[in-house]
């Protein structure tokens, strides 16, 4: 392996590729263009999922949503088409029977006019306990979520978002501390934030489950629940066991499908996960495909240039090259192209996924968030490359070998 | 030096062979100058290629430097045709991407000498051939008679025991014919062995003994005494 590290054997190949400009450059394309479109297709997959998380991060990931309807078979008496309705009592009653419940929290919505001063617009109002910021995180960024002496005092607390702050409030202006008017009652605003990429509440005001209970006159009905259950439960399993229990609670045929209905986060993500996962099996697929395309490429420049080159590389025999040293050399040749090609491609794809990170990467919508590659898979196609860009030399460098010289130096 | 014993060469067309070589006996000792006349079709060619081990030969004997030529693979043989052989052809054989200094020390890279020392080795010997001036330039740059000056220097520079030369003034007008035998037998006055091989009676003339070949054998065999005077340059 000496050869590698001799200078010489440079030289040599330096000056065959000097030689033959355009080919050279056309051969690197190929590669180039291979394992930029890898590195770039999987920048730009992993900016996408990266994208997904942040979108989702918000939640916790195990969770139920469930709403009641109308029943569709009559039950134990009673008609179908009866409307069933969520109550705290069910909360409570879940609360006790599972112990894999982490959080779980009773929404109760409606919409209403928010008023302050002489500005007002119509939001959604939602009467909520301080553990939904527990199943899904909101981003505060003035003040405090609602907390438990809120729903204990009944207090007449908002925390609102911050399109709400944006309309009512002027720019800059301290919203902590502030009254607004929700339907003839007057909040004192806790806090303000903002919302991610996914809402179930748009720009909603917060005001304390107990409150809202009470000032919208809705006794023990909720609207709906959120439940999060414990890292590692069968969620799938835990969402059918909770709507039987609601079912024999509400006097409800367990085959009812329509009462009640519910939502699993973790079905949603898996759906979305599994177009990525998808995605990174064709961005493989598509960009080893192009790399073996592109290698083939090169040695198919080199047959040609091995024939091209029958003349030379017959001197070289007449002067006492041996077959081995005609063959590295062509071999070196295909490994040194492939692997400049390589590194240019790497290059340009980290180039363009700087670019694609500079423009779609920022503001406060972004398509892509933080494309990137990891080093150990740029290793690895790279050494895919360098080890096809050897294998395929060795086909011109046999064919080199088989050159006589006597042919080779024949005077037509 | 080279001693060969009747020598047999044909090569097959189609389902039928041609029997070029139809045993030659021939003795060259160290240090003389002999050209192997014949026209085309003589087979005078197949026997260059024999002796330069670019070719085997099917029935005989071949030793070169004493050493019995059999059964050689490509790699042995290309070791000898490194150490023993210099080879100078009609079309010079120059690589043409390299410069004159680099196509004459290109035999000495496969020998493995180091880079300085086969810089300096080139160097001196295209300064022989009178070509120091031009050794950065690409054979395209040189005329003629310039680059088989620089192909005999190639063919010198490993110090061989044998320069095998096929036809060396073939693709060059007479002055430069004149100029490139002066340099050969000059090398030949210095002691090496010379083995040309030519069409051209002016040619075999200024060599010391002259083989003529005819369809595969030679019919005479003769010390050139009437050689003409070197010139002097």
């Known amino acids: 392996m000496k050869f590698i590290f001799d200078s010489d054997t440079w030289q040599e190949i330096y000056g065959g590729i000097r030689k033959n400009k355009t080919r050279t450059v056309i051969t690197i394309i190929g590669v180039l263009w291979g394992i930029f479109l890898l590195v770039t297709l999987l920048g730009a997959s992993r900016g996408l999922e990266n994208n997904f998380k942040n979108i989702f991060g918000d939640f916790a990931t195990n969770s139920v949503f469930v709403w009641s309807q109308r029943t569709e078979l009559p039950f134990k008496g009673f008609q179908k088409g009866r409307s069933v309705r969520l109550t705290t009592n069910d909360v409570e009653i879940l609360k006790r029977e599972y112990k894999e419940i982490k959080f779980i929290a009773p929404r109760s919505q409606s919409n209403s006019a928010i008023t302050r001063g002489f500005k007002t617009g119509n939001f959604n109002i939602s009467g909520d306990l301080p553990v939904l910021d527990k199943v899904q995180k909101k981003d505060l960024v003035y003040g405090r979520f609602l907390n438990e002496n809120d729903i204990k005092l009944k207090a007449k607390v908002c925390v609102i978002e911050l399109e709400i702050y944006e309309q009512l409030f002027d720019k800059n202006e301290e919203p902590i501390g502030e009254m607004?008017?929700?339907?003839?009652?007057?909040?004192?605003?806790?806090?303000?934030?903002?919302?991610?990429?996914?809402?179930?509440?748009?720009?909603?005001?917060?005001?304390?489950?107990?409150?809202?209970?009470?000032?919208?006159?809705?006794?023990?009905?909720?609207?709906?629940?959120?439940?999060?259950?414990?890292?590692?439960?069968?969620?799938?399993?835990?969402?059918q066991d909770l709507l039987l229990t609601l079912k024999n609670i509400h006097k409800v045929d367990p085959e009812d499908k329509k009462a009640f209905g519910s939502a699993n986060l973790a079905v949603e993500i898996g759906k979305v996960t599994g177009f990525l996962t998808g995605m990174q099996f064709l961005t493989w697929f598509v960009g080893i495909a192009t790399l073996i395309a592109g290698v083939f490429a090169i040695g198919n420049i080199l047959l040609i240039t091995v024939k091209e080159r029958t003349k030379e590389i017959g001197i070289r025999r007449a002067i006492g090259a041996s077959p081995i040293e005609i063959r590295r050399q062509v071999v070196l040749e295909s490994v040194f192209l492939t692997t400049v090609a390589g590194m240019l491609g790497i290059i340009f794809g980290g180039f363009v996924l700087y670019l694609l990170d500079y423009f779609l990467g920022s503001g406060p919508d972004p398509t892509l968030v933080n494309p990137t590659v990891n080093i150990p898979i740029i290793l690895f196609a790279f050494l895919i490359l360098i080890v096809l860009g050897t294998l395929i030399g060795l086909i011109p460098a046999y064919m080199a070998t088989l050159v006589k010289p006597i042919d080779a130096l024949r005077d037509e | 030096m080279i001693r060969i014993k009747n020598l047999h060469k044909s090569y097959p067309i189609g389902k039928d062979s041609l029997h070029v070589l139809k045993g030659i006996d021939l003795h060259i000792k160290e240090g003389e100058f002999v050209s192997i006349m014949g026209s085309s079709g003589s087979g005078k060619s197949t026997l260059l290629n024999i002796v330069g081990l670019l070719d085997e030969h099917d029935e005989g004997e071949y030793y070169l430097n004493g050493q019995e030529i059999k059964n050689l693979n490509e790699k042995k043989g290309a070791v000898l045709r490194n150490k023993f052989l210099g080879f100078v052809f009609q079309s010079f054989n120059l690589i043409?991407?390299?410069?004159?200094?680099?196509?004459?020390?290109?035999?000495?890279?496969?020998?493995?000498?180091?880079?300085?020392?086969?810089?300096?080795?080139?160097?001196?010997?295209?300064?022989?051939?009178?070509?120091k001036d031009w050794a950065s330039h690409l054979p395209n740059e040189l005329s003629g008679g310039q680059k088989q000056r620089v192909a005999i220097a190639r063919a010198l520079v490993t110090q061989p025991k044998v320069v095998l030369?096929?036809?060396?003034?073939?693709?060059?007008?007479?002055?430069?014919?004149?100029?490139?035998?002066?340099?050969?037998?000059?090398?030949?006055?210095?002691?090496?062995?010379?083995?040309?091989?030519?069409?051209?009676?002016?040619?075999?003339?200024?060599?010391?003994?002259?083989v003529r070949l005819k369809d595969g054998i030679i019919t005479s065999d003769t010390i050139n005494v009437q050689r003409k005077p070197v010139k002097t340059v």
């Open chain 1, 180 to 239: 607004v008017t929700i339907g003839n009652i007057s909040y004192k605003v806790v806090g303000v934030y903002k919302n991610g990429n996914i809402s179930f509440d748009g720009s909603a005001a917060y005001i304390p489950f107990t409150t809202f209970q009470q000032v919208f006159n809705r006794a023990n009905r909720i609207s709906w629940m959120m439940i999060t259950a414990n890292e590692g439960v069968d969620i799938l399993q835990m969402e």
């Open chain 2, 96 to 131: 043409s991407y390299k410069t004159a200094l680099e196509n004459v020390s290109l035999p000495l890279y496969y020998k493995g000498v180091s880079r300085k020392e086969r810089q300096k080795i080139a160097l001196d010997y295209l300064d022989k051939v009178g070509l």
């Open chain 2, 165 to 210: 030369a096929d036809e060396p003034t073939g693709a060059l007008d007479s002055t430069t014919t004149d100029s490139v035998m002066d340099l050969l037998k000059d090398i030949n006055n210095e002691g090496m062995t010379v083995f040309v091989i030519t069409h051209e009676e002016e040619v075999a003339d200024q060599t010391k003994r002259i």
